[in-house]
């Protein structure tokens, strides 16, 4: 969610956030790179393991979709699968993707279609496309290592009377993504994202972000809830979390691309 609820998801499917507030030492001024990395570094989790639902509404449409994500952090990387449910047309397609701590290293990502009994790598260009018709790229699923931008510290604001933090992210890598900037809006309180608006590389803004169903489960704060929405069409994607346990066993090979058709 930036996909995961957690720092970023990507922070994206990919940023849910588990929060031990670390404070600056005293005197100290932040930067736009030490807000990212101190949001980054609060999720505690060595694992998790959701039962999400994705709502893709396209005007007076909607279509429900409901889904399985494990996630687990490994010494070189973060490895996370995600398996369909429902409905019966897409049961059991499944996404693979290993993100890596290395930023010259391009992450993995590969998609299991049952109808065609294949994986498939998804490379290159076929990362900034659609993931399941949603408002989410593929690249917006996958969590994203914190030196893979820039950042740029922003004057503070506050939203719905929370105050944040606010960063300009810039790829170092900007041919690798959709996006020329992102402006990220952190929460001062939880350290948890709060929104994200995306600009594609004309320097539109083209998607915005939003967190919500903020909750603490097992001592880490959560966002249960983000909306993302195309700017300038009544096409948005909502991602909720139903379920979700931490720290628990999750079997490796589970993170496999050879065990995808399982």
Not at 3 to 19: H, T, W
Not at 126 to 152: H, L, P, Q
Request: with cysteine; proline share 3%; hydrophobic share 35%.
């Amino acid at each position: 969610m930036q996909f995961m609820f957690s720092r970023k998801s990507g922070i994206v499917l990919a940023a849910l956030l588990g929060v031990q507030l670390i404070l600056p030492a005293s005197g100290w001024t932040l930067t736009g790179r030490d807000v990212a990395l101190k949001a980054d570094q609060v999720d505690t989790s060595r694992t998790s393991d959701m039962s999400m639902a994705m709502i893709i509404k396209r005007g007076d449409q909607q279509l429900v979709r409901f889904m399985a994500m494990k996630k687990k952090k490994f010494p070189d990387s973060e490895k996370q699968h995600i398996r369909f449910l429902e409905p019966g047309d897409i049961r059991n397609t499944a996404y693979l993707t290993w993100s890596y701590r290395d930023i010259n290293k391009d992450d993995d990502m590969w998609v299991y279609m049952p109808a065609e009994s294949l994986v498939r790598r998804i490379s290159g260009g076929s990362k900034k496309g659609s993931f399941m018709r949603s408002d989410y790229a593929n690249e917006d699923i996958s969590r994203r290592e914190v030196d893979k931008d820039t950042y740029t510290l922003l004057p503070d604001e506050a939203l719905s009377g929370v105050d944040c933090h606010v960063l300009e992210a810039k790829a170092v890598f900007p041919e690798k993504t959709n996006y020329s900037k992102r402006i990220i809006w952190i929460r001062k309180d939880i350290w948890l994202p709060a929104k994200i608006d995306f600009y594609d590389q004309g320097g539109n803004r083209c998607k915005e972000l939003v967190f919500g169903g903020y909750k603490e489960i097992q001592g880490i704060w959560t966002a249960t809830r983000q909306r993302m929405r195309t700017v300038g069409s009544d096409s948005e994607t909502i991602m909720e979390i139903r379920e979700v346990a931490y720290n628990t066993p999750i079997a490796e090979d589970i993170f496999l691309p050879q065990d995808l058709k399982r």
